[in-house]
Antibody, heavy 117, light 107 residues
């Protein structure tokens, strides 16, 4: 079955680093770009960044070098790390898939992240 | 960055009616606009891409139109399962950007 599933910590303290795992099933990470999108009360849906099928990455400059995306193709997993978290980073974080046309044809259900002390 | 302005923010309609949701880009995005449906507890669902191309599985009562800066999602003969949140997204250039959403409620 083709699907994505995010797993995250739920609660993160301000200034700490967020780590989220996206587990992929039913397709190969070598075929698609894998994206991270978040949805916050303040800014709505925002594109965070992606990892290409070849493994290189691109990020939204709005996040000022805070995110980092990696993957483990042997485990069919993609990872998002974001450092220096602030309360306004509270929201739902999604992994999603794009093909060559940059629309998201498959989403995970999302994982809620709360940044609070 | 391309700013996406979506309207209306809220929309109430009855089953069987037709509704339209608009999305305006701050500059031309050619035909490259996608529409998504969001429901609680479910993964976001791609409905339409490239302005008017229905994703596999999207019912034919959904249609998309527009090019350049102005786009419309039309839902004809509303079904109960159509109520929820709808978002547009430009897929012409990075950074990819989204509209602020339209909440479609049952009247």
């Amino acid at each position: 079955q083709v699907q994505l599933k995010e797993t995250g910590p739920g609660l993160v303290q301000p200034t700490q680093t967020l780590s989220i795992t996206c587990t992929v099933s039913g397709f190969s990470l070598a075929t698609y770009y894998m994206q991270w999108v978040r949805q916050t009360p303040g800014k709505g849906l925002e594109w965070v960044g992606f990892i290409r099928s070849g493994g290189s990455t691109e990020y939204n400059s709005e996040f000022k070098s805070r995110p980092s995306i990696n993957r483990d193709t042997s485990k069919n997993q993609v990872f998002l790390k974001m450092n220096s978290l602030k309360t306004e980073d509270t929201g739902v974080y999604y992994c999603a898939r794009t093909n060559g046309y940059w629309y998201f044809d498959l989403w995970g259900p999302g994982t809620m992240v709360t940044v609070s002390s | 960055d391309v700013q996406m302005t979506q309207s209306p923010s809220n929309l109430a309609a009855s089953p069987g009616e037709s509704v339209s949701i608009n999305c305006k880009a701050s500059k031309s995005i050619n035909k490259y606009l996608a529409w998504y449906q969001q429901k609680p507890g479910k993964a976001n669902k791609l409905l339409i891409y490239s302005g008017s191309t229905l994703q596999s599985g999207t019912p034919s009562r959904f249609s998309g139109s527009g090019s350049g800066t102005d786009f419309t999602l039309t839902i004809r003969n509303l079904e109960p399962e159509d109520f929820g949140l709808y978002y547009c997204q430009q897929h012409n250039e990075y950074p990819l950007t989204f509209g602020s959403g339209t909440k479609l409620e049952i009247k």
